[in-house]
């Protein structure tokens, strides 16, 4: 469920990959150390991605949100890092102009 572009943005090195398979992405940022799972879905033909997160690795995980795409959730993540850290991060508008 994840195209090409998908999986160049998760492999980006603003992340570490923690786990990888067809169907979703455990990633942490490098930024933060926050951990996030990726989970594309389609619920009656709607395809919209499972944003999920977690601040330490024995945290349990919680829903963060609901996007439309992956490139929308690697924003989020980008997004609630830069609120995390009170800094502008230049990094967004690298992503949106790199995957757009």
């Not at 690697?74 to 230049?90: G, S």
Request: charged share 25%; with cysteine.
């Amino acid at each position: 469920m994840f195209t090409a572009k998908d999986k160049e943005m998760l492999g980006n090195p603003y992340f570490n990959i923690i786990t990888e398979n067809p169907v979703m992405y455990e990633v942490q940022s490098k930024n933060t150390g926050h951990y996030w799972v990726i989970m594309p879905l389609i619920d009656h033909k709607f395809k919209y991605v499972r944003l999920m997160h977690k601040y330490k690795k024995e945290h349990e995980y919680h829903e963060q949100t609901t996007t439309a795409s992956v490139l929308d959730a690697v924003l989020e993540i980008i997004c609630h890092d830069d609120y995390k850290l009170h800094t502008k991060n230049p990094i967004f508008e690298q992503f949106v102009q790199q995957y757009s």
